[in-house]
T-cell receptor, first 114, second 112 residues
Framework: DVKVTQSSRYLVKRTGEKVFLECVQD?????MFWYRQDPGLGLRLIYF???????EKGDIPEGYSVSREKKERFSLILESASTNQTSMYLC?????????????FGSGTRLTVV | GNSVTQMEGPVTLSEEAFLTINCTYT??????LFWYVQYPGEGLQLLLK?????DKGSNKGFEATYRKETTSFHLEKGSVQVSDSAVYFC???????????FGQGTRLTINP
């Protein structure tokens, strides 16, 4: 089974801190994604990466950046955390051109910014 | 652009009731359609999918039929269980695209 592992299930950070959310997948998928999930808003795409060092902005990239130095790892960075970034963050991966198989998701990181 | 609209939640049912969660979509081309489920405290899991018109996806007693004429992909189950309590997401992806488009999710609670 493909596994997508997010390093933390729960995280509490202070306003202004730099925050790193890590995601690792073990099936050599080219595509990786970061979403945030908020009640009533569903999943919103923050960033997408289709290869090492390649990235593309999603629908809500403001306040976030990403890093993909190795194929298996995709990091989401909150440069200066704010309370409106309190949310559930979900990482996913997929194979290009294999749309039939959908995405494989991690278990999520619930981030609280105080 | 592409979009997915799901029925408003939350939905609360009694055990063994019939379930329908409505999903309609707007897309250019011929998308593949998906239902994902998120159990409490977990990430999303693929529940079922359909890749062309009139296809029926099914899994764990859930079914959904790809209806091109009504641009719909409604999720149904004949007899729900408490363990079906979760958030359900409808999604689509266009041919050749890399990014899923999700609906807003529907929270389902089943009472014993």
């Amino acid at each position: 089974d493909v596994k997508v592992t997010q390093s933390s299930r729960y995280l509490v950070k202070r306003t202004g801190e730099k925050v790193f959310l890590e995601c690792v997948q073990d099936m050599d998928h080219e595509n990786m994604f970061w979403y945030r999930q908020d009640p009533g808003l569903g999943l919103r795409l923050i960033y997408f990466s289709y290869d090492v060092k390649m990235k593309e902005k999603g629908d809500i990239p403001e306040g976030y950046s990403v890093s993909r130095e190795k194929k298996e790892r995709f990091s989401l960075i909150l440069e200066s955390a704010s309370t409106n970034q309190t949310s559930m963050y979900l990482c996913a991966s997929s194979i290009p051109g294999q749309a039939l198989y959908g995405y494989t998701f991690g278990s999520g990181t619930r981030l609280t910014v105080v | 652009g592409n979009s997915v609209t799901q029925m408003e939640g939350p939905v609360t049912l009694s055990e063994e009731a019939f379930l329908t969660i409505n999903c309609t979509y707007t897309a250019t081309g011929y998308p593949s359609l998906f239902w994902y489920v998120q159990y409490p405290g977990e990430g999303l899991q693929l529940l079922l999918k359909a890749t062309k018109a009139d296809d029926k996806g099914s899994n764990k007693g859930f079914e959904a039929t790809y209806r091109k004429e009504t641009t719909s992909f409604h999720l149904e189950k004949g007899s729900v269980q408490v363990s079906d309590s979760a958030v359900y997401f409808c999604a689509l992806i266009n041919q050749g695209a890399q990014k899923l488009v999700f609906g807003q999710g529907t929270r389902l609670t089943i009472n014993p």
